[in-house]
């Protein structure tokens, strides 16, 4: 799993641990620890070359959530290119992988909250905003090294 610390991937990582998988995912060497806490079997540099190239052999599958340049890669990293699935790309589609776009579908919203209560869940929060400050919560996204969500908090 690649950018694996970030808002979607930390949900992620989580997810596919309690799921039973050995996840190998990507962060930044300050995020490492991060990584482990949210159940990351072993973390690689995303600054330290290709993920094909850190890896000790071919994985089963691959979540993307880089895009551009990087999807060179996943094919070289797993078993069966259908089993690479992205969020950012849809050429992943064209790989013969799956671009997904999520929507809220109350049956996986419930089994999240289910998760959230076993404690199987955890909301990383980087930074809260008030609504007026939106703009900066944007900008704080925008620069793309968020560890976790940023909140806009509505009184
Ligand atoms: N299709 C959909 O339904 C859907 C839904 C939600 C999001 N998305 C997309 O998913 C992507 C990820 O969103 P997000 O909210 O998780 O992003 P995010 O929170 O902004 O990601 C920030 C994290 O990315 C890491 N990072 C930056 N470049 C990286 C790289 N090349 N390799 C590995 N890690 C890297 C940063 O680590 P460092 O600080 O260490 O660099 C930071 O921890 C976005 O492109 C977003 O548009 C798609």
Do not use: W
Not at 101 to 117: G, Q, S
Not at 132 to 155: P, Y
């Amino acid at each position: 799993m690649t950018r694996a610390v970030g808002g979607v991937g930390f949900f992620a990582v989580q997810i596919a641990a309690a799921l039973g998988a050995h996840v190998i995912g990507t962060a930044g060497p300050r995020n490492h620890g991060s990584l482990c806490d949210a159940g990351a079997a072993e973390v690689l540099d995303h600054a330290a070359g290709p993920v094909s190239g850190q890896l000790t052999g071919p994985v089963d599958a691959v979540l993307d959530l880089v895009g551009g340049p990087a999807l060179e890669d996943p094919p070289k990293q797993v078993r069966d290119v259908a089993r690479i699935a992205g969020v950012v790309d849809p050429v992943v589609d064209a790989m013969g992988g799956r671009y997904v776009f999520v929507r809220p579908e109350r049956h996986d919203l419930e089994e999240l909250a289910r998760m959230a209560d076993a404690g199987q869940l955890r909301v990383a929060i980087a930074r809260a905003f008030p609504l007026e400050r939106t703009a900066e919560a944007h900008e704080l996204v925008a620069g793309g090294h968020v560890r976790g969500k940023v909140v806009v908090t509505l009184r």
